[in-house]
């Protein structure tokens, strides 16, 4: 894999340091597959956690993304393996057993079912794994999880990537404190349907598992599956959300719907958000972070393909890039859609900015003034459909001769 020279203008100044999470430990190591950055991080609990997790829906899989589908309904997990900078995607017979190598070691070392023991990979798609690389490592791993450093996990984990994205939130439940961590990756190959993208999320409160199932699934809908970076859906992609119980104790969760979450799930969609918008800021090659706002549609799921099909534009993405306020790319998106759109009461908007309305330019929209806007890094576009109640927000960014470079230059 290249080494990317590309400085984001997302780049964060400053780092934050994340508090532990009571009942995980975690070690990070170079194995050599990236040869001289981390690529290794892995991932304890001290007693068993609740689990929950999303896929991708890509047909063309990965071998860990099949392994971790296969485990998931057990619902608790002792340990996450994750490597960066090969995928093990597409790699036949062998992706399969590679994997099953790597959980029978680590349930052998920490004594637990090899079921409770999750995998995930990303980086190049069909070459094998070297996994003598990787089963020399674990055993270092496991004798070292003392690292309270959680950017060394985020780092681990990237690949095109140019900043570790991490993120940490608390939360109460009954006036009791808790820690909820977020790592994530992801640059290229985002879209969503879960898009090469990868999110791990550790709380130490004690919710059960279709508790946090029901709750991720319903959060990321509105964050990781309404983001797109390039269109195409990865076949690695994998988020996790684990619940060690290991901190102050409370009551029973009993339900979806218990009172008693509502603090965590604010929480949650807090850093889901956050860390979505990280992946979006840091795609491939981007120079501007942009927001696409659909109002009145005739459902949501109308206004989420609408926004999605203006997200995905080549035509719009470059106009964007190269500060060009050309709003009839929005319009040819819009008609490519097939969804209702009164072209009457149609509206589009560039910031505050009323752009289009009635069918037609706006009496007030001024070129230069357009122009101006998209000289911003970060940039609003909303569209009232005029057909409805429907909305749904999407986030996307340009596309620039950057992402060209990167992408030809992958395996170089």
């Known amino acids: 894999m290249i080494k990317i020279n590309f400085n984001s203008p997302f780049t964060p100044l400053n780092y934050p340091n994340l508090p532990e999470v009571n009942g995980v430990r975690h070690a990070t190591i170079c194995s050599n597959i990236k040869e001289s950055d981390l690529d290794l991080a892995i991932i304890i609990f001290d007693e068993l956690a609740n689990v929950a997790g999303v896929f991708t829906n890509s047909e063309t899989c990965s071998a860990p993304v099949s392994w971790c589908r ?13 490597n960066s900078g090969n995928a093990n995607a597409f790699t036949g017979y062998s992706g399969g057993k590679n994997v099953t190598a790597k959980t029978a070691l680590i349930s052998n070392l920490l004594g637990c079912r090899a079921d409770q023991v999750f995998v995930a990979s990303t980086g190049v798609i069909g070459e094998q794994l070297p996994i003598g690389k990787i089963l020399d490592s674990i055993p270092k791993l496991i004798n070292n999880t003392d690292d309270k450093n959680w950017i060394n996990i985020a780092q681990a984990i990237t690949t095109t990537d140019t900043y570790p994205k991490l993120f940490s939130k608390k939360f109460k439940i009954e006036n009791k404190e808790y820690i909820l961590n977020g790592v994530a990756k992801g640059s290229g190959m985002i879209c969503p349907n879960m ?35 390039d269109g195409d859906s990865s076949t690695s992609d994998t988020l996790l959300l684990f619940s060690t119980g290991q901190g102050p104790s409370h009551s029973d969760i009993e339900d979806e719907l218990d009172p008693k979450l509502d603090d965590f799930i604010i929480a949650l969609k807090e850093l889901m958000l956050n860390l979505c918008h990280q992946v979006v800021k840091d795609g491939e090659g981007a120079k501007k972070f942009i927001t696409i706002e659909v109002i009145n549609a005739l459902t949501d799921e109308s206004a989420k393909i609408i926004a999605n099909t203006i997200a995905k534009s080549p035509l719009v993405k470059t106009a964007i890039a190269g500060e060009d306020p ?54 609003s576009i909303k569209v009232d459909v005029g057909y409805g109640n429907g909305c749904f927000t999407v986030w996307t960014c340009d596309l620039t001769e950057q992402y060209i470079k990167i992408n030809s230059d992958y395996r170089s």
């Open 195 to 229: 898009a090469t993208l990868l999110g791990f999320f550790f709380t130490d409160a004690d919710i059960p598992s279709r508790v946090l199932d029901f709750h991720l699934k319903k959060i990321n809908e509105v964050t990781f599956n309404a983001i797109t970076v």
């Open 326 to 379: 050309n709003w009839g790319r929005i319009i040819m998106a819009l008609g490519n859609t097939e969804q209702k759109i009164d072209k009457n009461k149609l509206k589009i908007y560039f910031g505050d900015m009323l752009v289009a309305k009635n069918g037609s330019v706006s009496e007030d929209y001024v070129e230069e003034v357009a122009a101006k806007y998209l000289k911003n890094r970060e940039i």
């Open 70 to 82: 296969s485990i998931i309904n057990n619902g608790v997990a002792k340990a996450l393996i994750v």
